[in-house]
């Protein structure tokens, strides 16, 4: 039996009520089975009352990429066959033929052949086209294969525009059984057996392919990838997911990444408008189809599709970890229902909607992509303590600040709600030293004690602002955290406030002051709409007199600073996502940092900036990053690399499956910057 870990639509970034109606206006639409996968995980799981999920059900043309993509894939990935080989290479009739000839493989497998078609939905077929969908044919009838590779005429010379053509797949399927012929596999039912269906674990009694028997021709068993298939709803989850990680199963590599990408990328001699409004494009890709031409505007283009006749659907969108798989009868019956623009308006253009709170900032100028290392190589210390802001001191030190927990060993011999220490190291092996003060350290669990909400050195001092103080209260060291003075309170917002750090000792600063963002709002424990902004000079940190908020924009674009904080405006809005802060300066880049977890769910983005005041546009958004209860998202700025390329989060969290993250983790990031 076929398991997956399931979860919440909300956990993974989707909205629960949206998807509950996607899938029940979808069950009223003829559908037997919908299933949809975020992350790895399912969401959704809907069947009919007459279905299950271990079923086999028939996909018609769905065939196409699930065995037909799936057996060229490994012919491929295995060194039997290869995209651009020529067709006649394993179909000697067609070698003195001067169109036939120039077929290749690639060709057959995305409509591009030139091969006529003949499709089962005609109710008019006579001669060799109503003998290809023959289930029984009787004994002078001709096989698909025979049709295929004998009787299909040229419709255009290969590779010059698109024509859906069932026996260029009918070819297709010949061509892969005689690649095979010098392997350990006699024909594609073997090959996808061994490699493929039983390392999914998908049940034998779950799939069968090619209308459940080969068709003879020149002496080998040819599975028909046209069609014939019948496949569980489950089964061909299994599949999508495969194509989803890249050929990845586990630590097995079923299917070579460099194999997938063509496959699963547009074909661009294969732009078509059958089956559409006028204006409409679709591309195909190997044995399948893409979103190139975004004929589907609320998905990426990155869209790898199947679709078979009845609306069999299986869609993977590798940008957003989507997976979709319905199984049916055809939603709308009726000559006039366009088969592409009801796979468009019911499973494709609801998708954009029910992804939950997308950031309202547009993609970063600066970095085009974030990439995480495995969690399995998060590094983590100090263990039972949490929070961590992180600045770098004059000295060279990284120094940090820890709550509700016993720091690094060993530990203190009392739970602080606020202690200190300093990490000694490199983020791949550090050690943390904790740091002792009567003046500084505070007790009290949770909201009842201080904590630090952000630290910074300054010209040789070090500046902390502490949350949980009502509302926050700034305090001062000028012996690396040795001995502390307390100072002024924010009476008014700023209940959570962090600092800009740029470089060593404040290296960097583009001015002389210093800027504090915080939740427009009194409480460290809540979501908020917005957050704002106060600066003050260098020199006059102590003083709250000298703070100015931030009020807006002028109509030059210049920002307006006022000393009253009743006056005060939003710098950055994202309802119900702005929570506990860190905000650097990435010098490679020439940005400011904002970087707000959501909640305590795991949810968190990165946003920059040219000026601390906007505009945003977005680095890295997530509405759940699969780490459990995460929260507080430092970059120590001593961890950036000299290209901005290489950066090392450090967070916190609880425990989720066996790892507790309340501790100091580090997880590596490394950009890829637009140049």
């Given at each position: ?197 039983n390392p999914l674990g998908i049940p034998d009694s779950e799939w069968h392919i090619g209308y459940n028997k080969p068709f003879q021709y020149n002496g080998l068993d040819v599975y028909g990838t046209w069609g014939g298939g019948e496949f569980s709803p489950r089964a ?221 050195m300054v010209d040789g001092v070090m500046y902390m602002l502490a949350r949980n103080a009502g509302n926050s209260q700034l305090a001062w060291s000028a012996d690396m955290g040795r001995t502390w003075e307390w100072g002024f309170k924010f009476e008014t917002s700023f ?106 769910e795991g949810g968190w983005g990165i946003f920059d900036s040219p000026t601390p005041y906007g505009p945003w546009s977005t680095v890295y958004f997530t509405e759940y990053w699969g780490l459990g209860k995460t929260h507080a998202y430092r970059f120590p700025t001593k ?37």
């Open positions: 039996m076929i398991t997956f870990e399931y979860d919440e639509p909300h956990h993974q970034g989707m909205n629960t009520q949206l998807i509950d109606s996607y899938a029940n206006q979808l069950m009223k639409m003829n559908t037997k089975a919908l299933l949809i996968m975020r992350n790895n995980k399912l969401i959704k799981e809907c069947y009919s009352d007459d279905y299950g999920p271990e079923i086999p059900h028939y996909t018609a043309s769905l065939a196409k990429t699930i065995v037909g993509g799936l057996a060229l894939a490994v012919a491929v990935t295995e060194g039997y066959i290869a995209y651009q080989d020529l067709a006649c290479t394993y179909i000697p009739s067609w070698q003195r033929d001067p169109l036939k000839s120039k077929i290749t493989i690639r060709h057959l497998a995305t409509h591009t052949s030139g091969l006529e078609d003949t499709s089962a939905l005609d109710t008019e077929l006579s001669g060799w086209k109503r003998m290809f969908w023959q289930k029984e044919p009787s004994p002078s009838a001709l096989d698909p294969i025979t049709c295929s590779l004998e009787k299909a005429q040229m419709m255009h010379p290969p590779g010059t525009k698109f024509l859906y053509s069932n026996p260029g797949f009918g070819a297709l399927s010949y061509a892969i059984t005689v690649s095979l012929q010098q392997s350990p596999y006699p024909n594609i039912q073997a090959l996808l057996q061994e490699k493929i269906f061909i989850l299994q599949i999508a997911r495969l194509y989803l990680q890249k050929g990845q199963w586990g630590d097995q590599t079923l299917l070579n990444a460099h194999v997938l990408k063509p496959m699963m990328a547009a074909n661009f001699h294969s732009i078509t408008q059958e089956g559409f409004p006028q204006g409409d494009l679709l591309t195909s890709s190997i044995c399948g189809f893409s979103n190139h031409c975004a004929i589907f505007p609320n998905i990426p283009d990155c869209m790898f599709l199947g679709a078979g006749a009845g609306h069999q659907v299986m869609m993977v969108i590798p940008s957003l970890e989507l997976i979709v798989v319905r199984l049916g009868n055809r939603m709308i019956e009726g000559k006039n229902a366009l088969f592409w623009s009801e796979i468009k308006e019911w499973i494709c253009d609801p998708i954009q909607e029910m992804l939950q709170h997308q950031s309202p900032f547009p993609a970063s100028e600066k970095v085009r992509h974030v990439t995480f290392e495995p969690a399995d190589r998060i590094r983590i210390s100090g263990e039972d303590s949490d929070n961590w802001p992180c600045t770098w001191a004059n000295d060279g030190g990284l120094y940090t600040s820890y709550g509700d927990g016993y720091g690094f060993l060993p530990h203190t011999e009392k739970k602080l709600s606020l202690g200190f220490a300093e990490i000694i190291g490199t983020p791949q092996s550090f050690e943390g030293v904790n740091l002792r003060t009567e003046t500084g350290e505070r007790e009290g669990d949770g909201s009842s004690g201080e904590k630090a909400s952000g630290l910074l209940g959570c406030p962090t600092f800009v750090n740029y470089g060593q000792n404040y290296a960097g600063a583009p001015d002389d002051y210093v800027y504090i963002y915080s939740p427009h709002g009194t409480s460290a424990y809540e979501e908020y709409d917005h957050i704002v902004l106060a600066r003050v000079n260098r020199y006059q940190l102590k003083h709250l007199t000298e703070y100015e908020y931030f009020k807006g924009i002028d109509d030059s674009g210049t920002p307006i600073w006022t000393p009253l904080i009743s006056e005060m405006k939003p710098v950055f809005t994202f309802p119900n996502h702005c929570h506990r802060l860190e905000a650097i300066y990435h010098a490679a880049t020439q940005r400011y940092w904002l970087v707000s977890a959501c909640n305590h961890w950036i690399s000299e290209d901005g390329t290489q950066l090392h989060l450090v967070f916190s969290g609880r425990r989720f499956k066996s790892i507790d993250y309340d501790a100091m983790c580090v997880r590596s990031m490394t950009l890829e910057l637009i140049d």
